[in-house]
T-cell receptor, first 116, second 112 residues
Framework: AQSVTQPDIHITVSEGASLELRCNYSYGATPYLFWYVQSPGQGLQLLLKYFSGDTLVQGIKGFEAEFKRSQSSFNLRKPSVHWSDAAEYFCAVGARLGQAGTALIFGKGTTLSVSS | DAEITQSPRHKITETGRQVTLACHQTWNHNNMFWYRQDLGHGLRLIHYSYGVQDTNKGEVSDGYSVSRSNTEDLPLTLESAASSQTSVYFC???????????FGSGTQLSVL
């Protein structure tokens, strides 16, 4: 079955430091992969997505992610974190659900705190 | 601007009552989804629809139902609310199956 694992429940990073959030997926075919961000009390906003082609994808707010098929990973990175990046981050895979079609399956999320 | 709206934003109900959460989108998307978000579980798919009269069960569909009578709306009904259904519910839509989702702002439901 398709699944997404985010190994880190909570990460704290100093402002200005680099960030890497981990995501591993389980999916038989070439996956569609996404990173979403959720600020407190808000819905989810798409940061970036990978469908095919270049394995390093750029997103909004200075984020990037690298698809590594050999490691079944799609880690999110940012070279310099800002206090406004504190939020919850979700990795998701576009997965086939039986005969009915596809939908997004989400990981459990990683909460990012930024210290000054 | 096109958007997706959920109502109400907050709801308190009692166990055993029927509750309906509304979702309305003006993107004209065929694909609509309901997720619930719980601490430690992330977002879990409840039901989804790929068009009018089409509905499908997700991984946590027990106790929930949906109907799709038009493109814009996918209401979620809790037939007999249970305390385990206390959660934040998100509606989402997409233009293409398996691709980018647009999310509503969520409904906080408390079942007492």
């Amino acid at each position: 079955a398709q699944s997404v694992t985010q190994p880190d429940i909570h990460i704290t990073v100093s402002e200005g430091a680099s960030l890497e959030l981990r995501c591993n997926y389980s999916y038989g075919a070439t996956p569609y992969l996404f990173w979403y961000v959720q600020s407190p009390g808000q819905g989810l906003q798409l940061l970036l997505k990978y469908f095919s082609g270049d394995t390093l994808v750029q997103g909004i707010k200075g984020f990037e992610a690298e698809f590594k098929r050999s490691q079944s990973s799609f880690n999110l990175r940012k070279p310099s974190v800002h206090w406004s990046d504190a939020a919850e981050y979700f990795c998701a895979v576009g997965a086939r659900l039986g005969q009915a079609g596809t939908a997004l399956i989400f990981g459990k999320g990683t909460t990012l705190s930024v210290s000054s | 601007d096109a958007e997706i709206t959920q109502s109400p934003r907050h709801k308190i109900t009692e166990t055993g009552r029927q509750v309906t959460l509304a979702c309305h989108q003006t993107w004209n998307h065929n694909n609509m989804f309901w997720y619930r978000q719980d601490l430690g579980h992330g977002l879990r798919l409840i039901h989804y629809s790929y068009g009018v009269q089409d509905t499908n069960k997700g991984e946590v569909s027990d106790g929930y139902s949906v109907s799709r009578s038009n493109t814009e709306d996918l209401p979620l009904t809790l037939e007999s609310a249970a305390s385990s259904q206390t959660s934040v519910y998100f509606c989402a839509s997409s233009e293409v199956r398996g691709e980018k989702l647009f999310f509503g702002s969520g409904t906080q439901l408390s079942v007492l």
